[in-house]
């Protein structure tokens, strides 16, 4: 065991129990809503849920990973995290700021063809950002300081505390959807306040850190993200913007996506320890080691996208209404689709990390800019509103992948030392569901 734990980060542990409990935390969540509200309040619940994520995944993750780099840079110099959050809350606050204003500009149109006319879930959405740029912005720090435990504990509390508040509302019949989306504001807020005592004993004050430092890199990390989240999420939101009185579909989708996703959950622990490796391998000029590093990944990563496809494709129909009540409407098809969009999408994550650790952040940002363009022209086919949302995922997802494919094959350069530190724990997993 001993000799296990040594083959891994440190803090993968510690990380890889809080995201499980909060992956855990989403399919409760969902399920417990998909039988507590009508199939319109389902709906408007999904696209919440595929809005927050999007967005909220796309744009504050990276804010957390640099964050991260620039805490533990100084961390190696003896030098306080205060400066570092002082900037990293304030890019996070005029980020939010902007989506913010983005989003009460189009109130209107986001409550009348989204929400079912309830203004409210709108208050719900711009909570929810909130939230997500408070949360993380401090695991930013954490992170940096490698205190793991308490990143996972952030991430349990979060978890534990979703699956609990959802509990009681499932429990005492509580069928407003609104309720059920304000999980999304309070629990990761808890999970902030419980976790933020490490973060205030570290603070200290030191040399202010130059702007440029926290944003080398980070508006091509941040276009990547994004992108890729834009490639995961958007089939449930383009089911309402395509067809605003198809209330079945939208929340049938989101259920039938976070099973044949589960695979990407698994990922999480892979990515931990997969960046450092292949950086490592490419700044010493190790190519066999790269690449035999990133066929192993290719591999594991496949066999996980197969076997989630086959359970899927055999029980999904009936899982989607067993858990969570969902109309059916979808069919084994429905799932083969999905299931094949999440392999390749798969293969586009294990490609991206490869492109990042040769430090190729445009190639990657094209790579899902390409695959995003391919799903918009799939989206505005002429075919069933249902299959060009699965086909434009599936199609986004393997033209991301090739993409990415064609661009590694040019030989990797030798890179000087790292810069970016390999001993911490890769976080960010694009599942599209935390």
């Not at 001993?2 to 891994?8: I, T």
């Not at 496809?309 to 209404?321: C, S």
């Not at 799903?375 to 249902?386: C, D, S």
């Amino acid at each position: 065991m001993r000799r296990l734990l040594g083959l891994v980060p440190p803090g993968t542990l510690a990380v890889g129990a809080g995201l499980a409990l909060l992956g855990l935390a989403s399919y409760v969540h969902l399920a417990v809503a998909g039988h507590s509200l009508t199939e319109a309040d389902y709906s408007s619940l999904s696209v919440l849920w595929s809005i927050v994520f999007t967005l909220g995944i796309g744009v504050f993750m990276p804010v957390e990973q640099e964050v991260a780099r620039v805490v533990a840079a100084r961390r190696t110099q003896g030098l306080p995290p205060g400066p570092v959050l002082a900037r990293g809350a304030a890019l996070a606050t005029g980020v939010l700021a902007l989506m913010v204003v983005v989003v009460l500009a189009a109130h209107g149109p986001l409550t009348d063809r989204l929400f079912e006319g309830d203004g409210a879930m709108v208050w719900v959405l711009v909570g929810s950002l909130a939230a997500m740029a408070v949360a993380y912005t401090t695991r930013g720090v954490l992170s940096g300081l490698q205190l793991f435990p308490w990143y996972g504990g952030q991430l349990g509390v979060d978890g534990g505390l979703r699956i609990g508040m959802v509990a009681v509302l499932g429990l005492t019949g509580v069928t407003s959807p609104l309720w059920y989306g304000l999980v999304l504001v309070i629990a990761p807020l808890a999970g902030v306040l419980l976790t933020l005592p490490p973060v205030l004993r570290a603070v200290g004050s030191g040399p202010p850190v130059a702007w440029r430092a926290l944003l080398r890199g980070l508006g091509l990390l941040t276009a990547s993200s994004l992108l890729s989240q834009v490639v995961v999420n958007v089939g449930v939101i383009n089911v309402r913007l395509l067809d605003p009185d198809d209330v079945t579909t939208a929340g049938a989708l989101l259920s039938a996506l976070v099973l044949v996703r589960i695979p990407l959950f698994v990922f999480a622990s892979l990515q931990a320890s997969l960046l450092p490796g292949l950086a490592t391998a490419a700044s010493t000029g190790d190519l066999t080691a790269f690449h035999s590093l990133l066929r192993r990944a290719l591999g594991i990563v496949t066999a996980l996208g197969v076997l989630g496809a086959v359970g899927a494709i055999a029980l999904g129909p009936w899982l989607v209404g067993v858990l969570f009540d969902a109309a059916g409407v979808l069919g084994h098809g429905d799932f083969a689709w999905l299931a094949a969009a999440t392999l390749a999408y798969l293969w586009a994550m294990v490609l991206g990390q490869a492109l990042l650790a040769l430090d190729r952040h445009r190639a990657q940002a094209v790579a899902w800019l390409v695959g995003v363009a391919a799903l918009v022209a799939v989206t505005l086919a002429p075919v069933a509103v249902a299959l060009r949302v699965e086909l434009a995922y599936t199609v986004g997802s393997v033209v991301t992948a090739a993409t990415m494919a064609v661009l590694l094959r040019a030989r990797p350069r030798p890179l000087p030392a790292p810069t970016r530190p390999l001993d911490a724990v890769a976080t960010g997993v694009s599942g599209g569901i935390r």
